[in-house]
Structures are given as structure tokens and as C-alpha cells.
């Protein structure tokens, strides 16, 4: 990568992996693309930034060829639990996103990152150990238009040449931009309450295991698939990655360890519970840690401090 293009950048990875890549490559190696949520001052200060709309191909095209892109990383999404509200508008624009990036890198013959998620799994998955190769019928539009989306990415490769990769994100535990209506949302906002009201409402059945990750390890595992060795790569657009399987009665447990007042009672959404019991409780990486040898850094000892240290300065501001 050496010029990159970020679609969805005032989103919950994109807020974060902007700043990140231009760490690694330079500030104006990155443009950040929004479109109606504002940009971080962080990242509208760190360097190019452009308003598209991921929807409108030729204004992308302009962008691409304007800064000499190389690399689409389409963040664009709407995810599991508003996905739900109107599925036919979750279906055209994230298959809608994905189908311009792939066009306009076929063009100039470049690279697309698009990410996947546990959502692509469905309740006939195994749950336990869910392997890297298996059935996948979910039964949410997210989940269906993440399978089409990793497909349609291979498609690209095998057809056109074009560089697709990609990894299937568990749910991603942030410090820094709150979730917009996943199912693992829980997992961020335990943390801001557990600071602010020594108390959480979960909507989650406790024992409700699922695959988390922390914004850090995210973000490298987009970085690391993108500069592997193409040679290595056999899955390229689907690669389970993950970090830890929790659920919320360990989170609570181990955030009692730093704030031994905090409870935790629950009121159960039966759309995002009915939606998480379809994903799996734990993802089989093998073929991640074998093809460009992916290895997570935090465990959840490590993200619970890490995560009570910068939101208590930040809820203080």
C-alpha cells in the first residue's frame, strides 16, 4: 500500500485506522472519505479528507485518480441490528460500496480491503471452534451481504486480478468512537457505564459467549493481511481472526477487578439475542496465523485495563 483511500472513515475502525495509517505510510498517504457523520479534528487536521458518498462511483473515481490511489479500504456498512430495520437499504449500500471499490480497483489495478465479520456465519455453523472453511447461511441481511461480499471479492481476484483481502471481524471493542447498532455493541458501552454509573443494563443473556477483539489488534490485522506475501495468501477474503471469547458476566467480573462497586443486571433485546445466538462462540484462526502468521496481542486482563485507563481520562474532559 502506498496510497490509500479509506471509505466509512468517521466510523468506529475508520476513526481509528486513519490516524493509524498515516502513522505507517505518511499523512498524505491517507484520504479520509465521509459522508454525513463528521470527521474526528484528529483526523480532519492529519491530512487529506474528501466528502463521498460510497454510493456515487464516478466521484470516487475522481478521488482515486486525483491522489493516486492504490488501495480501497471500504469500511462502508450498515450493520447487524439497524440492518434489520430496513434490510433492502443495508443490502444496496453494502453491496453497493463494495461493487464501486472493486470496479474502480479493477481499473487502475489496485487493491481493496473489505472487511467480513462473524455475521457471515449462521445458526447450521458450527458454534465452537467455527472453522475457517464451513456452511454459512446467516440469517440476517448483514450477515447475507457479508458472504456475498466475500464471494464477490474472490470473484474479483480470480476474474479481474484485482487484490482483494479481507478478514472476518468479531465483534471490536473501542476507546475511541462509540459502535453504530451492532450486535456486540454491549462490549464497548459496559466499559463508558462502568466509569460513569458503576452500573450496566445489558441486552444480552449472560453466557452469551462471542469473538471480541480490541481496536489495536484490529487494526494491525488489516495492516498485516494487506502487506503479506500474496504467494502465502489461499483464503485471502475471509480469514477469521479473533482475539477472545467472553460474554458479559466475565467482562463484569474482570472490570470489578478496578472497580470493585460495578454490578451488572440484564433486559434482554430479543432481535440482538436472537441475532447473537446465531454467531459463534469461538472462531478457528489456524489458517490466519499460518498464512501471514497473525497473532492477537490482547487478551481481555490486558484491553479491560487498558480500556478503564483512557476512558476515565476521556469521560473527564
Given at each position: 500500500m502506498k496510497n490509500i483511500l479509506v471509505l466509512g472513515a468517521a466510523g468506529q475502525i475508520g476513526s481509528e485506522l486513519v490516524p493509524y495509517l498515516r502513522k505507517l505510510y505518511g499523512s498524505n498517504a491517507v484520504v479520509a472519505a465521509y459522508r454525513s457523520t463528521p470527521l474526528t479534528m484528529e483526523?480532519?487536521?492529519?491530512?487529506?479528507?474528501?466528502?463521498?458518498?460510497?454510493?456515487?462511483?464516478?466521484?470516487?473515481?475522481?478521488?482515486?485518480?486525483?491522489?493516486?490511489?492504490?488501495?480501497?479500504?471500504?469500511?462502508?456498512?450498515v450493520l447487524s441490528a439497524k440492518g434489520e430495520a430496513n434490510p433492502l437499504n443495508a443490502w444496496n449500500i453494502n453491496m453497493g460500496s463494495l461493487i464501486n471499490s472493486l470496479e474502480i480497483m479493477r481499473e487502475v489495478k489496485g487493491a481493496v480491503f473489505t472487511p467480513s465479520s462473524i455475521g457471515a456465519f449462521g445458526p447450521s455453523t458450527p458454534l465452537d471452534n467455527t472453522p475457517q472453511d464451513t456452511i454459512m447461511r446467516p440469517t440476517t441481511i448483514y450477515g447475507i451481504s457479508k458472504v456475498a461480499a466475500e464471494l464477490w471479492s474472490d470473484y474479483y481476484f480470480l476474474k479481474y486480478g484485482v487484490d482483494?483481502?479481507?478478514?472476518?471481524?468479531?465483534?471490536?471493542?473501542?476507546?475511541?468512537?462509540?459502535?453504530?447498532?451492532?450486535?456486540?455493541?454491549?462490549?464497548?458501552?459496559?466499559?463508558?457505564?462502568?466509569?460513569?454509573?458503576?452500573?450496566?443494563t445489558c441486552?444480552?443473556?449472560?453466557?452469551?459467549?462471542?469473538?471480541?477483539?480490541?481496536?489495536?489488534?484490529?487494526?494491525?490485522?488489516?495492516?498485516?493481511?494487506?502487506?503479506?506475501?500474496?504467494?502465502?495468501?489461499?483464503?485471502r477474503n475471509c480469514f477469521?481472526?479473533?482475539?477472545?471469547?467472553?460474554?458479559?458476566?466475565?467482562?463484569?467480573?474482570?472490570?470489578?477487578?478496578?472497580?470493585?462497586?460495578?454490578?451488572?443486571?440484564?433486559?434482554?433485546?430479543?432481535?440482538?439475542?436472537?441475532?447473537?445466538?446465531?454467531?459463534?462462540?469461538?472462531?478457528?484462526?489456524?489458517?490466519?496465523?499460518?498464512?501471514?502468521?497473525?497473532?492477537?496481542?490482547?487478551?481481555?486482563?490486558?484491553?479491560?485495563?487498558?480500556?478503564?485507563?483512557?476512558?476515565?481520562?476521556?469521560?473527564?474532559k
Open positions: 483526523i480532519q487536521e492529519g491530512g487529506p479528507c474528501e466528502n463521498l458518498d460510497a454510493m456515487e462511483a464516478d466521484k470516487i473515481f475522481e478521488v482515486v485518480k486525483k491522489y493516486s490511489i492504490d488501495t480501497i479500504i471500504n469500511l462502508v456498512a482483494t483481502r479481507g478478514v472476518r471481524y468479531p465483534g471490536i471493542i473501542s476507546n475511541v468512537t462509540l459502535p453504530g447498532g451492532g450486535t456486540t455493541d454491549y462490549a464497548v458501552e459496559i466499559y463508558y457505564e462502568a466509569i460513569k454509573n458503576k452500573h450496566y441486552y444480552l443473556k449472560p453466557g452469551t459467549y462471542l469473538d471480541m477483539m480490541y481496536m489495536p489488534d484490529a487494526m494491525r490485522a488489516c495492516v498485516e493481511l494487506m502487506e503479506a506475501d500474496p504467494k502465502k495468501l489461499k483464503h477469521n481472526v479473533t482475539a477472545m471469547s467472553i460474554e458479559p458476566e466475565m467482562i463484569a467480573k474482570e472490570i470489578r477487578k478496578h472497580i470493585p462497586e460495578f454490578t451488572i443486571d440484564y433486559q434482554i433485546d430479543p432481535v440482538r439475542q436472537s441475532i447473537a445466538e446465531t454467531w459463534p462462540n469461538s472462531m478457528d484462526q489456524t489458517a490466519a496465523m499460518e498464512e501471514w502468521d497473525w497473532k492477537p496481542e490482547y487478551d481481555l486482563p490486558a484491553m479491560t485495563l487498558d480500556m478503564l485507563k483512557v476512558l476515565s481520562q476521556k469521560l473527564k
